[in-house]
Each structure stands twice: as structure tokens, then as C-alpha cells.
């Protein structure tokens, strides 16, 4: 009987560690299965873009997110907001250098960051600067180009670049008929608040009037303003034909563009995947060269079927005859800089 009870008490210390055992293994499983869950969370980040998805820089936004999500295997997930649903360009620009986090990438002119300091960038808004697309090429696959990405970490915004693009030259329109440049004395033109952009527009004879982008349908329909600028692609694709049927083709700048990440949403990334970003960055890139021209081409057979007075522009040295002034005040604190990029054509 003794040996009986011995027996089953070994036994059931025997049943007993087992039974803690498989507890134990139950735990770890499950576990590592909570952390396999919380490692296969794909991280979203809102992608901002103020124009439509049918855009030269709508489409370059959603290749640019085809292209991070395959190559992070979906582990990154680009959100795109259009039509400036979350706001302008400067309202976005706002919200993520003073900490917001409800975009993470933004696409942007060029010369919106000359607000927050950015003086190397703002060289890419000087008029007449570009002779051509192929010449802005030469700069943005130059090794001047990381330079002027990088800026905003230079001057301590919390921003990185992540490719640069381009939308096409940027022309005027306005409400009434313009056929010549004497015909911009007095107009109100809007503008957004840019140092190179008002004396642009001074030195052309009109008056610059500041006015959002989200406002500027109704500011060029209720007469706040008679005429603005935009390239020839936007100037469709958001309806100003409507309410501004002359578009003067002066090209006084070519629509620099890129795109910017904030250091937060870069902080959530890992190596692997901030790789991807980049060379979905690269990859973009050589996209929007690609698309621009076409695009572009396309838009303005499209306009001149549909009844918009064109003018052209044969001979744009008495325009940029009349930025003299703006050019040489906001190119000579980097003058040398400048030049290179003059000789990059």
C-alpha cells in the first residue's frame, strides 16, 4: 500500500509539471505571436497633394506609393490625400514644421520652404532661370541636387527630401484678353506670398494680390484678382478655363517640384525601409521626367479644342528683361551657387 501511494504521488507531480509546462509554452506562443502581429503592422503615411489625382503631380504621387509599397512588401502603406483636402501647400508646410502629425509627406513647389528659409531652394524659383526642361534635368540628376534636398535638415526644419520633379513651366492666365506683356499694367494677380513671386510680378507692371489656392476659383470669378499663375496642367485640371480663358504661354518658370517627410514619420521607419522610400524616391524621379512633357503636351491640345485663348510667347527677353531687378535682389547672397545651376544647361 505504501509502495501503492508513492507511486502515485510521482505520478502526479509528473502530471503537474507537465501541466505547468504547457502553460508555459502556451505563454511564450502566445507571445511571440502578439509580437509578430505588432512587427507586421504596416505603417501608413498620408501623402499630401493639393492638386487632382489626374495631375502630372497626382500621378506622380500614386507611382511614387505603387512603387514604396512593393518595394517594402507592403510593410509601408502611402496614403494620398488630393485636391488639397487637407489644405494649401503652405497650410500643410505649417502643420509640419511646428510638430503636427496628420501628414507625413508632403508634395511641394519648390519655393514654398523659401517661407521657412530656404535659400538654396528659392534659386530654383528665380525666373528664366530653366532655359528648357532638359536644363532643370541636368540639376536635378546633378550632384548639386542632394545639396538642395537636404537644406531643410541644414537650416533645422524637421524635414528631409525625398526626390525632386516637375510639373512643367509655369504660365499667367487671366480673366480678360492679354495679348502683350504692356497689358499686365494694373492687373491683380495672385500670389502666394513669396518674396520672388511679388517682385516678379511688380516688375511686370501688375499688382500682386495674396490669396490662398483653394480660394483662387472664386477670387478670379468675383474679380478679387484678374489673373494668376499656374502650369499648364493644374491650370486644367482645376477648371480655371472656367473663369480664366486666356492663358499666356511666357513660361517664367518651370514648376520645380519634390516631395518632403517629416522627421517624425521618418523616425518610425527602419533601415529597410527607409531605403525603400529613397529609392522609390529615385524611381519617381525618373517617372515624372518621363510623364511631364507628354502630359503636358496633351493638356494643351485638350484646351485649344476646347475654345481657351492661347497666346504665345516668341520672344521672352523684354520679360525677363522686366525681372532683372527681382533676379539680381535674390540671387546675390548665392550668386556663385546660381551660376552653377545657369551652367548645368
Request: aromatic letters at 8%.
Amino acid at each position: 500500500m505504501k509502495k501503492f501511494l508513492l507511486v502515485m504521488l510521482a505520478a502526479l507531480l509528473i502530471l503537474t509539471g507537465c501541466a505547468k509546462k504547457d502553460a508555459a509554452t502556451q505563454t511564450t506562443s502566445a507571445a511571440a505571436a502578439t509580437t509578430t502581429a505588432k512587427q507586421a503592422a504596416p505603417v501608413k503615411l498620408v501623402y499630401a497633394e493639393v492638386n487632382p489625382l489626374d495631375s502630372i503631380v497626382g500621378m506622380t504621387a500614386q507611382y511614387f506609393k505603387e512603387q514604396v509599397e512593393k518595394l517594402t512588401n507592403g510593410s509601408v502603406i502611402i496614403d494620398i490625400q488630393a485636391a488639397g483636402v487637407l489644405g494649401s501647400e503652405n497650410d500643410v508646410l505649417d502643420s509640419m514644421i511646428g510638430g503636427g502629425t496628420s501628414v507625413d509627406i508632403s508634395r511641394i513647389s519648390a519655393f514654398a520652404l523659401t517661407s521657412y528659409g530656404a535659400q538654396k531652394s528659392k534659386l530654383l524659383s528665380i525666373p528664366f532661370t530653366f532655359e528648357s526642361r532638359e536644363h532643370f534635368w541636368n540639376f536635378a540628376n546633378s550632384d548639386l541636387a542632394p545639396e538642395f534636398l537636404n537644406e531643410p535638415q541644414e537650416i533645422g526644419l524637421p524635414l528631409r527630401g525625398l526626390f525632386y520633379g516637375e510639373e512643367g513651366f509655369r504660365h499667367f492666365f487671366t480673366v480678360k484678353p492679354v495679348k502683350t506683356l504692356a497689358d499686365f499694367k494694373g492687373l491683380k494677380l495672385r500670389v502666394s506670398n513669396d518674396p520672388v513671386m511679388n517682385g516678379m510680378v511688380q516688375g511686370l507692371g501688375a499688382s500682386p494680390t495674396v490669396v490662398s489656392f483653394g480660394e483662387l476659383y472664386s477670387a478670379l470669378q468675383t474679380g478679387v484678382v484678374d489673373g494668376a499663375e499656374q502650369p499648364i496642367a493644374n491650370y486644367r485640371s482645376n477648371a480655371f478655363p472656367e473663369v480664366a480663358n486666356t492663358l499666356i504661354l511666357d513660361g517664367h518658370t518651370l514648376g520645380a517640384i519634390q516631395a518632403v517627410i517629416t522627421d517624425t514619420a521618418w523616425n518610425k521607419l527602419n533601415d529597410e525601409q527607409r531605403a525603400a522610400l529613397l529609392e522609390a524616391g529615385r524611381l519617381t524621379q525618373a517617372y515624372n521626367a518621363q510623364i511631364s512633357a507628354d502630359k503636358e503636351n496633351q493638356v494643351l491640345d485638350l484646351l485649344r479644342a476646347e475654345g481657351c485663348n492661347i497666346v504665345e510667347v516668341t520672344d521672352k527677353q523684354p520679360w525677363a528683361d522686366a525681372c532683372a531687378k527681382v533676379i539680381s535682389e535674390q540671387t546675390k547672397s548665392n550668386a556663385t551657387l546660381y551660376q552653377k545651376i545657369k551652367d548645368l544647361k
